[in-house]
């Protein structure tokens, strides 16, 4: 709860979430502050492509966050973070497929853009908090504040907020967090809210389509990755247009004959080659997790923990060692298939966020151990 008089700046995607999270505080009284990033500009992929499109932080929904504004009466500015977008976020996208990583940029939006850049416009503005449409809870035990997962678990995105530090939490708030999605929705349309029913954003802002291989291409060019398709013994198996077309698990489009279905196992960028094995060769019994933020304080003994690999995953058991460089080996209580470098990986006790970090990779496999190495 944030108490009436406060001054907040609300990051307004567009969407119905951060919508209602402006409106809730509208009538408990805080001075609020619509603020809308404009991250990308869509305007050059629907004149090339001729098509418009529905995508989180839109052309769209800038003007759906401009008008839920002027519903409630509030100021609302349009800043623009463009450049700084492609630098840290689009660049970053780009270099990890090409190194045989699977990126998040979702991940890197929030802690660069909103939780650094658009924080610090809004402690500029003499804001009290940034407030966020995340399904996300923030309460403070022993001294520290603690990032607990949303009521709504099918809405929960702790996952993305790992990067968050001490210091940003002071700032930073989530009132949805002890709602569900239905429960917004029902305010939005007690509000009237154009919003209240809007569909949810699934793809990635900048590749609207859903097509990634065409925007790597258009970025960095094509036929600067191919190689061979090679299975888990060795032998090579085909040809393979980038490494850049190819994940961790993936079956389908590799134009294999082979008598038992074949997944993408490991990816060397490096040398040009997609490794493939059968379904038995994905499970993985740890992973190296490097680039780790702690939202607790640091242990510095081996940790019992929950570790989740990808953002629909099921957090399972595990056994957190922390290495001398600061990254942590996960040791899977079962072994894990799906463990994919680039991804993050966050640990939780309970509903309690303890920290996270990236995936390290991209691993090779080791035909006479039967494992992967390097992760």
Avoid at 218 to 242: A, C, F, P, Y
């Amino acid at each position: 709860m944030i108490e009436a008089g406060k001054r907040v700046v609300v990051a307004m995607s567009g969407g119905v979430d951060s919508s209602v999270a402006a409106a809730l505080l509208k009538e408990q009284g805080c001075e609020v502050i619509g603020m809308t990033m404009q991250i990308w500009d869509y305007s050059s992929f629907t004149a090339e492509h001729g098509e418009s499109f529905g995508s989180c932080c839109s052309l769209d929904d800038v003007y759906d966050a401009r008008r839920v504004a002027e519903t409630l009466d509030i100021p609302f500015y349009v800043v623009n973070f463009e450049e700084q977008f492609t630098k840290e976020v689009i660049d970053r996208f780009c270099d990890d497929y090409f190194n045989g990583l699977t990126p998040n940029p979702c991940v890197i939006c929030n802690q660069i853009l909103k939780f650094e850049t658009l924080l610090r416009r809004a402690r500029e503005l003499q804001a009290d908090f940034l407030v966020t449409g995340h399904y996300a809870q923030l309460v403070q035990e022993d001294g520290l504040f603690a990032l607990k997962k949303g009521l709504d678990r099918n809405k929960d995105q702790t996952y993305f907020l790992f990067t968050l530090t001490q210091e940003q939490m002071k700032y930073v708030r989530f009132p949805l967090g002890g709602m569900t999605k239905e429960e917004v929705r029902e305010h939005a349309a007690r509000l009237g809210l154009k919003v209240a029913e809007k569909p949810e954003s699934q793809d990635i802002c900048f590749v609207p389509d859903g097509d990634y291989v065409r925007f790597l291409e258009e970025q960095r060019g094509s036929g600067t990755m191919n190689g061979d398709i090679v299975h888990v013994d060795g032998q090579v198996l085909g040809k393979h247009q980038g490494t850049y077309r190819y994940t961790i698990g993936q079956r389908r489009g590799l134009g294999l004959s082979w008598p038992q279905p074949l997944y993408v196992i490991g990816i060397d960028a490096e040398n040009r080659k997609v490794i493939v094995g059968e379904k038995q060769h994905l499970a993985v019994p740890k992973c190296h997790v490097g680039g780790v933020n702690w939202l607790i304080n640091p242990p510095v003994k081996p940790l019992e923990a929950a570790c989740r690999i990808r953002y629909r995953h099921q957090e399972v058991p595990s056994l957190l060692t922390i290495l001398d460089d600061g990254s942590v080996k996960v040791d899977f209580h079962e072994p894990q298939s799906g463990v994919t470098p680039g991804q993050a990986a966050v640990f939780y006790d309970g509903d309690r966020v303890l920290g996270g970090g990236w995936i390290k990779g991209p691993g090779t496999w080791d035909a006479e151990r039967g494992t992967r190495e390097n992760l």
